[in-house]
């Protein structure tokens, strides 16, 4: 009786008890690798009497990860052991070419060994010994990932306890992973502008001028006596830039928010992190919640379409926004960094980040859908324990109140399950319990059901204790 140990739960424990490790520096060759693990481990749960069953994850999945600056292409290929146990190589190499002061990142292949829960669709690899490894390699980090069953897609992170941004993940299965990486490098480094869109925005940006002075002169003072004159003059320079070619609107119809909706957009960000200083907190600790700010649907409420479906023009569109209204936006000027695609938290980590949100919000959606329909079992216990691990490895980059709606259903979960299991537990042990071992047994009921007791009413837990005491005193 009592919850039994789960693999992927044990494995999480064991490599969590391990990230006070030291890390290296991040070496860009190792991009992929950064590591606890100074040993190749081997890790292998089988269950008593498991068969080595195909796991869903099994076979070559390929995709995409960011270091700055290079996005990099990983190809993970497992197969399945016993118990829900796999192994498999992991290779990494940069998905595009690009002319960096850094050097070109090298490519590289080490084995990887770890548990998948099929209940929770999560699963946890250890780095192990390198197979090809590059010059000035770094070390490697345990990978927590989740499975999108709908999408077919799996998603998580390099677990750098050390590093200062969450290193992403989002791997397609083989026959639809090299449009994966393709479709993110387009949004990463998306084509340049034309000869018609640079002379675009050249007129773009003198409307805008030509507007900024218009507003200047409505706020104007002027001399009593004048007003005819001003009045001449405004109509004149709006004749003017009525004249001008060009228009906000882009091609189609579709234009950037003007500055308050830019700010209705951002101030997502205080809404959730109400304690958040966004002038003396450092940036990359500002980037990671911010990141939120471009999942699709949100982006679309206020942008009209998605980050991933601007083209280089409509970026720097709203780009331009940020920079002419300055003040507007004063503590959010940050935000115009993806739509310039400059340095960190530039267009590749961001569309990244947007592959691997997708992939989170459907994992995250399916796995509270399943809380309704566990059954009154101690299992049950064991299945919420181990999605509790895969949450906690993903859930601090979402936003806090997807945290919070997340634990307020494991929290509910637990407490729907706990009478009717106790009650099953107790009434299995008061039938059975005879001699001095069914003594044992019911004097010891307290203790051994102290994970499942902690969730029930303390109504529910005298009453059930009452009946175990009543039992061991018969047996006695």
């Not at 929770?120 to 499975?147: C, N, Q, T, Y």
């Not at 399916?366 to 329909?373: G, I, K, P, T």
Request: one cysteine or more.
């Amino acid at each position: 009786m009592g919850l039994q140990a789960n693999p992927l739960k044990t494995l999480y424990m064991r490599i969590r008890s391990q990230r006070s490790a030291t890390l290296f520096g991040f070496v860009l060759c190792a991009a992929c690798a950064v590591t606890a693990a100074e040993e190749p481990v081997t890790v292998s749960f089988p269950l008593a009497g498991a068969s080595a069953a195909a796991s869903p994850i099994n076979g070559t999945w390929k995709g995409v990860y960011f270091t700055y600056p290079n996005l990099m292409a990983l190809e993970l290929n497992l197969s399945s052991l016993s118990g829900g146990a796999v192994s498999g190589v992991l290779k990494f190499h940069p998905a595009v070419k690009l002319r960096s002061a850094f050097g070109t990142p090298k490519q590289g292949s080490y084995q990887v060994s770890g548990q998948y829960d099929d209940s929770s669709h999560s699963f946890l690899l250890k780095p192990g010994a390198w197979i090809e490894k590059p010059d000035m390699a770094g070390a490697v980090a345990p990978i927590a990932g989740v499975f999108d069953t709908k999408a077919n897609l799996l998603a998580g992170v390099f677990e750098f306890q050390s590093a200062p941004s969450p290193m992403f993940f989002v791997l397609a299965s083989e026959n639809s992973g090299d449009q994966l990486i393709a479709d993110i490098s387009r949004s990463a480094y998306p084509a340049p502008l034309s000869r018609e869109q640079t002379n675009r925005a050249f007129q773009d940006s003198r409307r805008v001028a030509a507007q900024r002075i218009i507003e200047q002169l409505k706020s104007m003072p002027h001399q009593a006596g004048s007003e005819e004159q001003f009045k001449l003059m405004q109509e004149k320079l709006q004749e003017q830039f009525a004249a001008l070619p060009g228009s906000d609107a882009q091609p189609g119809g579709w234009a950037p928010p003007p500055a308050d909706q830019l700010l209705e957009w951002a101030a997502r960000l205080k809404k959730e992190l109400p304690a958040l200083d966004l002038g003396k907190t450092v940036m990359g600790k500002i980037y990671i919640p911010a990141l939120n700010l471009f999942d699709d649907v949100y982006f679309k409420e206020h942008f009209g379409i998605t980050y991933e479906e601007m083209d280089t023009a409509q970026r720097k569109a709203v780009g331009s926004v940020f920079s002419q209204h300055g003040r507007e936006l004063s503590g959010y000027d940050f935000l115009s960094r993806p739509f310039q695609n400059v340095g960190d938290f530039g267009a590749p980590d961001v569309t990244v980040s947007i592959y691997w949100q997708r992939v989170l919000r459907s994992w995250i959606s399916d796995l509270q859908a399943s809380f309704a329909a566990m059954r009154a079992e101690v299992s049950s216990f064991t299945h919420l324990d181990v999605a509790e691990s895969a949450a906690a490895a993903e859930l601090p980059f979402l936003w806090p109140s997807e945290k919070d709606r997340f634990t307020s259903a494991l929290a509910a979960t637990r407490t729907r399950l706990a009478g009717p299991v106790l009650r099953l537990q107790a009434d299995q042990l008061i039938a059975t319990a005879t001699g001095n071992a069914g003594a044992r047994e019911l004097a010891a009921w307290r203790v051994r059901e102290k994970d499942i007791l902690q969730y029930a009413s303390p109504a529910e837990r005298e009453k059930l204790q009452q009946r175990i005491d009543t039992r061991l005193d018969e047996v006695l």
